[in-house]
């Protein structure tokens, strides 16, 4: 799937889906299995390295914290249900 943004980036998603578990401090919990593919300029990617490197984490980790606080803000601010939130929360 490729979509186009307003600034004339591509973006280019590929999807993938398993459904493994795993025990955390006694708690079955879904694990991260979804891969996400998107394409960047060197720059963008380089300074996102620099970035999660000053935070201290991997570069996956950095862009999914990112990634999921934009959504969550743009989510409710358009009166829209978050997902992720939800399974978070049927979880406990």
């Known amino acids: 799937m490729r979509l186009y943004l307003q ?10 889906q ?6 955390v401090d006694g708690d079955i919990c879904a694990m991260k299995t979804e891969l996400l593919q998107i394409r960047l300029l060197p ?7 620099k970035a999660a ?3 201290g ?3 996956s980790s ?3 914290e990112r990634l999921r606080r934009l959504a969550r803000t743009e989510l409710i601010d358009a009166n829209q249900r978050v ?3 939800e ?3 049927a979880s406990k």
């Open 57 to 59: 984490i991997p570069l």
């Open 7 to 16: 600034n004339g980036i591509a973006v280019e998603l590929s999807i993938h």
């Open 53 to 55: 490197d000053l935070a």
């Open 83 to 85: 997902p992720f939130l």
């Open 18 to 23: 398993h459904y493994n578990l795993r025990v």
């Open 43 to 49: 720059e963008e990617k380089a300074s996102f390295q």
């Open 62 to 64: 950095w862009v999914r």
């Open 87 to 89: 399974a978070a929360g």
